[in-house]
């Protein structure tokens, strides 16, 4: 069954740090990802996303993220956190054939020092 | 600008009693999901629509329906509420076809007491 798992269930860092969220899945083919970005009491925000392509990938905010195939991974990195990066940050996988549903990682809550 | 809306934003309910949460989008598009989101379990998905008058059920649909009668709504009904059905509860879409991106509303949060 396909899966995705989020190793870290809450990361923190200093503003200015860099950042590297970890997100592997367990899918038979080359699945879509993506990873979102949910602020506190409100609803998710898409990041970035990967079909096919550059292995690596740009999105909003300064976030990018790397597709590794041979490690299953798609981890999230920023070069510099700034306070407002502070948030919980989901990683989805798409399954070509289940029709546009989307299953979720548990989710990683970011916090930011100052 | 095209959205997704979702109301009420909060609700507070009692045991056994029936609820329903609503759900709009004006991005005229053809799948519509339901998750609700609990500490722990991350997203998980309760039901979806791939067009009108089709729904299907997910990995946690019991105690829940939906119908789609257009487009735009897709409703959540918890036909007897339980506290265990005390959650936020999101609504998403996307565009047909094999694998889309997802845009998700502000969330319902309901509490059963």
């Known amino acids: 069954a396909q899966s995705v798992t989020q190793p870290d269930i809450h990361i923190t860092v200093s503003e200015g740090a860099s950042l590297e969220l970890r997100c592997n899945y367990s899918?038979?083919?080359?699945?879509?990802l993506f990873w979102y970005v949910q602020s506190p009491g409100q609803g998710l925000q898409l990041l970035l996303k990967y079909f096919s392509g550059d292995t690596l990938v740009q999105g909003i905010k300064g976030f990018e993220a790397e597709f590794k195939r041979s490690q299953s991974s798609f981890n999230l990195r920023k070069p510099s956190v700034h306070w407002s990066d502070a948030a919980e940050y989901f990683c989805a996988v798409g399954p070509y054939n289940q029709g546009g549903k989307l299953i979720f990682g548990q989710g990683t809550e970011l916090s930011v020092k100052p | 600008d095209a959205e997704i809306t979702q109301s009420p934003r909060h609700k507070i309910t009692e045991t056994g009693r029936q609820v329903t949460l609503a759900c709009h989008q004006t991005?005229?598009?053809?799948?519509m999901f339901w998750y609700r989101q609990d500490l722990g379990h991350g997203l998980r998905l309760i039901h979806y629509s791939y067009g009108v008058h089709d729904t299907n059920k997910g990995e946690v649909s019991d105690g829940y329906s939906v119908s789609r009668s257009n487009t735009e709504d897709l409703p959540l009904t918890l036909e007897s509420a339980a506290s265990s059905q005390t959650s936020v509860y999101f609504c998403?879409?996307?565009?047909?076809?094999?694998?889309?991106?997802?845009?998700f509303g502000p969330g319902t949060r309901l509490t059963v007491l």
């Open positions: 998403a879409s996307s565009a047909g076809g094999r694998v889309n991106e997802q845009f």
């Open positions: 991005w005229n598009h053809n799948n």
């Open positions: 899918y038979g083919a080359t699945p879509y």
